[in-house]
């Protein structure tokens, strides 16, 4: 077909379905033939993941493309924002992580990055039929006009043709996408050549006013009203979807068989490390960020952070270190991944303010390890098997296991290590990884996706309920992830004007 078409989704605000509404597109084009790529020019996002050449990237934009049936590529997600604080963020560019920028610095040298944008989405278009490409927050930000490279300075710029999505379960729906276009100029209010409503609830004969009225004063058409789907089964991207899964206090009748406890620090990273373990019938998974709410669950999970010091100071703050070593003490299993095992650690040192204003803080001292930041980044695939002969992984040694590091921490000690990275970045390694305590119910790994690998997360959950002697139902397995995809398009297309969406992006349906 030659250079790829486009087609742009963007939204009245953040959190409206913008990247699940991309992948399901993606899904789409791919069973009907085409080859197709997504993109996203900025992403602000700690949830990250690590392609097969060592570039870091937005998960959403690795979710689509898995939706599309491609390698996930830095180009996909040419800008990526990993806040460190409310007006701070790294700044990782095409892959690789640059120094930390306040927020009006970032926006002073975006200028520079518009050859990085076009560059990364030119690329795209000279080998794939379409690029379905997705916005950030709003279009009406009238304060960041002149440096958006994300929405309509985009769109403009290529000449992309887009869908505004409303989120409806919100309220609102209809005075957010008519002040949205309302605030466009003239130019960039004429890109927008359809409406879409999404996550619905409710009898839809009831919304046929609205919509008549949509398009009557818009003079738009309404493409499609999505209803809310909960249980899509795909990954969520925002730590927003966290605030669902929170409770607000524990109780036994809700308790399956196994209890896990994550604790949600403010700059909580890589939640989708989680999503896995969520998914076990037999597993009832709650994000904590007291005491309180913690309890006394079968394990706790300190996951990864963008702000190691920081969150670490919550914990103390919160008196959740003093709760999760007294679980510990007790017996009870702590997992630290990434951030979390190294504030398992007896101290965090940050000497080049890598990361952190701070020098030094004291671990919750579980592991006999210390570590250091320094200025390199780790960011590779791993492959590898646990090792550790005591406590919950003693009964899963040899398990293999795949995944992930991306840190900054240099982390050592005279622990023994839980695992044993066998490839790192498709080479032979034989390096160890992690720490677990002499008792074993106390370990950290710097592996993120640990539990994606089913045969150890199974044995893992094997291994905790036989320590509270309660049965472990055999798993019939979980569904895949490409059935997730296919249930998600097919509710999609069934709710979606394919055929003039197709049209507008000037493919054959």
């Not at 009831?206 to 058409?221: C, M, S």
């Not at 249980?231 to 399956?256: F, I, K, N, Y």
């Not at 398990?399 to 044993?420: D, K, M, Q, S």
Request: aromatic residues 6%; charged residues 20%; hydrophobic residues 45%.
């Amino acid at each position: 077909m030659g250079r790829a078409k486009l087609l742009m989704l963007q939204g009245t605000a953040s959190s409206v379905g913008k990247s699940l509404l991309v992948a399901g597109l993606c899904r789409i084009l791919r069973q009907d033939g085409y080859r197709v790529a997504p993109f996203k020019a900025q992403n602000m996002s700690n949830n990250s993941f690590v392609t097969r050449e060592g570039g870091e990237m937005g998960r959403a934009q690795v979710v689509q493309a898995q939706a599309a049936g491609v390698e996930p590529s830095v180009d996909m997600n040419p800008v990526l924002l990993k806040p460190e604080a409310d007006a701070r963020s790294q700044v990782v560019v095409l892959g690789r992580a640059g120094g930390a920028l306040s927020a009006r610095d970032y926006y002073q040298r975006k200028e520079a990055l518009w050859p990085v944008v076009l560059g990364a989405l030119e690329r795209l278009r000279e080998i794939y039929d379409i690029v379905v490409i997705e916005g950030a927050g709003s279009p009406a930000e009238v304060n960041l006009r002149g440096v958006d490279l994300v929405n309509m300075g985009l769109a403009r710029a290529v000449d992309a043709p887009v869908l505004l999505v409303g989120d409806i379960d919100r309220g609102g729906v209809f005075a957010h996408l008519v002040g949205t276009l309302e605030l466009l100029e003239p130019a960039d209010r004429a890109l927008v050549r359809g409406l879409v409503i999404n996550k619905f609830r409710g009898d839809l004969s009831l919304l046929g006013d609205g919509l008549r009225f949509l398009e009557a004063y818009t003079g738009l058409p309404v493409l499609g009203v999505v209803p809310y789907l909960a249980s899509h089964g795909l990954p969520e991207e925002d730590a927003v979807a966290l605030e669902e899964r929170r409770p607000a206090a524990q109780t036994a009748a809700a308790v399956p068989v196994i209890d896990i406890a994550v604790v949600q620090f403010p700059r909580i990273s890589n939640f989708t490390d989680f999503q896995a373990l969520a998914q076990e019938p037999e597993v009832a998974l709650r994000y904590v960020r007291t005491p309180a709410e913690l309890g006394d669950p079968d394990v706790v999970i300190l996951p990864g952070s963008k702000s190691t010091m920081a969150d670490l100071a919550f914990l103390r703050r919160q008196g959740l270190a003093e709760a999760v070593c007294r679980l510990a003490q007790e017996g009870q299993i702590v997992v630290g991944i990434c951030a979390g095992f190294q504030m398992l650690g007896r101290s965090i040192r940050d000497p080049d303010h890598v990361e952190s204003q701070e020098e030094e803080a004291p671990g919750l001292g579980l592991l006999p390890v210390k570590t250091v930041f320094v200025s390199g980044k780790r960011t590779e695939q791993v492959e590898g098997c646990a090792v550790a002969t005591a406590g919950p992984l003693a009964q899963m040694a040899g398990a293999a296991v795949l995944g992930y590091e991306i840190h900054n921490g240099r982390t050592w000690g005279t622990a023994r290590p839980a695992f044993r990275v066998t490839r790192r970045a498709g080479q032979p390694a034989n390096d160890p990884d992690g720490a677990v305590s002499l008792a074993g119910n106390v370990f950290g790994t710097y592996i993120h996706g640990l539990f994606d690998a089913p045969g150890f997360r199974r044995a893992f959950l094997e291994a905790i309920a036989l320590g509270k002697g309660v049965p472990l139902t055999p798993s019939p397995g979980l569904p895949s992830l490409e059935e997730a995809f296919d249930r998600w398009a097919a509710h999609v297309r069934a709710n979606l004007d394919s055929a003039a969406i197709y049209a507008l992006a000037g493919l054959k349906a």
